[in-house]
């Protein structure tokens, strides 16, 4: 009898350790902290959609955004999330970098002034300062605005404030921000008694692209294809999940992220819901602002 209950007990401790154990290790760098533009990654981990394709998913806050992509080019992460421009850039630069799939496949990315200023048109912009904190993508993705209406980088004043952009305009400390996300800063800047008005680059000659999309280390492609595979799978499952149950979502998120459980967040939160990729397996290269032309 006893031994019939110890084989019992190792024949369910093998099992548990094959469920808990077996999993695949795989680690996401995401390209910020963790906020709701990762709301899918974050519901396919909260409701087990990961452990359900067998994987073990790590998701990261970088330091610094630009750490990511460099990370998996050194083989020291498997994904990463980054902007599609980036990646060009990235690849110029000799980086062994591809896409693999979309996080969010639209624009973000807004130009934004106080809705009191007397800026009403992309034209109205000459002579203005205007602030930006990516040199390479912001100051593209401006140019082609400005070029919209006939202007160029040389008719305004840029200044680079890092990651200061709605304080440099809520101070008044320039006319306009450039590279700021419209389901966040916006939604922070209206919360603290500024409403802004607010100018899409895709309405004024930046082609549309996926805002936000996943990338792995082409070398390591073939042998981790069928783990991106389950990756995708799950963040799918999540996707699917999120926009079913949007609400229940994100009072868990808020649990399990007591620091991000605000108004800010929460607007943020619904406010995403409409950009993430339906498809996050579909790569189809949509015309993105090519930094090397």
Known sequence: MIKSILNILLLFCLLFSKQVFGLEKLTVILDWFPNPNHAPLFVAQQEGFFKQQGLDVALIGPANPADGPKLVAANKADIAITYEPQLLLDQKQGLPLTQIGALISSPLGCLAVSAKSNIYNIEDLKGKTIAYSTAGVDIITLSK????????????????????????????????????????????????????????????????????????????????????????????????????????????????????????????????????????KNTTAIPAINPNK
């Open 145 to 280: 605005i400005l070029h919209s209406a006939g202007l160029s980088i040389k008719d305004v004043t840029l200044i680079n404030v890092n990651y200061n952009l709605t304080q440099a305009l809520i101070t008044h400390r320039v006319d306009a921000i450039t590279g700021i996300m419209r389901n966040f800063e916006v939604i922070q800047m209206e919360l603290a008694g500024f409403p802004v008005r607010v100018f899409y680059p895709e309405k004024y000659g930046v082609p549309a692209y996926p805002e936000l999309i996943y990338v792995a280390n082409k070398n390591n492609l073939k042998a981790n294809q069928n783990k991106f595979t389950k990756f995708l799978d799950a963040v799918k499952q999540g996707e699917d999940y999120l926009q079913k149950y949007p609400q229940q979502s994100w009072i868990l998120f808020a649990k399990n992220h007591p620091e991000l459980n605000n108004e800010l967040n929460k607007r943020a939160w619904f406010a995403t819901l409409p950009y993430f990729a339906k498809n996050p």
